[in-house]
């Protein structure tokens, strides 16, 4: 293959995975404008909003998804669903999901630990060794002061101020996250990720073999359309694994 093909393919790839994070993000803004329309009135619906515009979602995709969300539009209902289990190494695995079709789903997820060395287990069998919470990193820089930070945070509500080695990360409670992360933005802070997180008690470290594994299980995983998103309590960032 030429170079000009393996640039194409490569764009190929690119394209795909952009019109799959679309289709997940449109999800998110539907199922938060059941709640209402208005992203004035809907902190949820704010914070699905600007997540989708962080990865250059197009308006008229926002604006049709809010519509889904309110019923102007007709469209799938989509139920949320949460699949526990591990992975290869004996690592811990929560997998959240929007569907419209639950069997298909099921079976899709079902299928994808059984074929990459995983194990999908009963509800709770892993959840009660994670606390659900808010998690909102902002890069550290000259401009970003810890104390202006702490109380602008604590301020709207976040529970906790954590000093990482190259970010502050802001915890909060699920039930207030929307405002904590709204609060945040207005006040001109960079969010480098804001995301409600699965935060383990204990983390596990699997060897070399099974980190690959994990990393495939969980690349698929993300590639399914149903799912939204996955935490397991692997201390390694699967990112990072070859």
Do not use: W
Not at 78 to 89: M, P, S, W
Not at 183 to 212: F, H, M, N, Q, W
Not at 227 to 238: F, G, I, K, M
């Amino acid at each position: 293959m030429g170079r000009h093909g393996t640039i194409a393919g490569r764009k190929a790839a690119q394209d795909s995975k952009r019109a799959a994070l679309f289709t997940k993000y449109a999800k998110s803004i539907t199922v938060a404008a059941k709640d209402g329309g208005d992203p004035e009135y809907n902190s949820g619906l704010r914070v699905a909003i600007e997540k989708a515009r962080g990865i250059g979602m197009p308006n008229d995709n926002i604006t049709r998804a809010i519509k889904k969300g309110t019923g102007e539009l007709g469209g799938a209902s989509y139920e949320e669903l949460k699949f526990e289990g591990y992975g290869a190494g004996g690592v811990a695995i929560i997998v959240d999901c929007l569907t419209d079709n639950t069997n298909r789903t099921t079976s899709a997820v079902r299928s994808i630990f059984d074929k990459h060395g995983g194990n999908l287990g009963t509800p709770g069998c892993v959840s009660y060794m994670f606390t659900r919470k808010g998690v909102i990193l902002i890069e550290k820089n000259d401009s970003v002061d810890e104390d202006s930070l702490m109380e602008a945070a604590l301020e709207a509500g976040a529970d906790d101020l954590i000093n990482n080695d190259d970010s502050f990360e802001v915890q909060t409670d699920p039930a207030v996250y929307a405002d904590v992360d709204e609060a945040l933005r207005k006040a001109g802070y960079e969010l480098v990720e804001s995301e409600i997180e699965y935060v383990p008690a204990v983390e596990s470290t699997p060897d070399d073999r099974d980190l690959r594994k994990l990393k495939k299980l969980v690349d698929f995983l993300e590639d399914n359309d149903d799912v939204q998103s996955v935490h397991s309590n692997c201390s390694v960032d699967l990112e990072e694994v070859e």
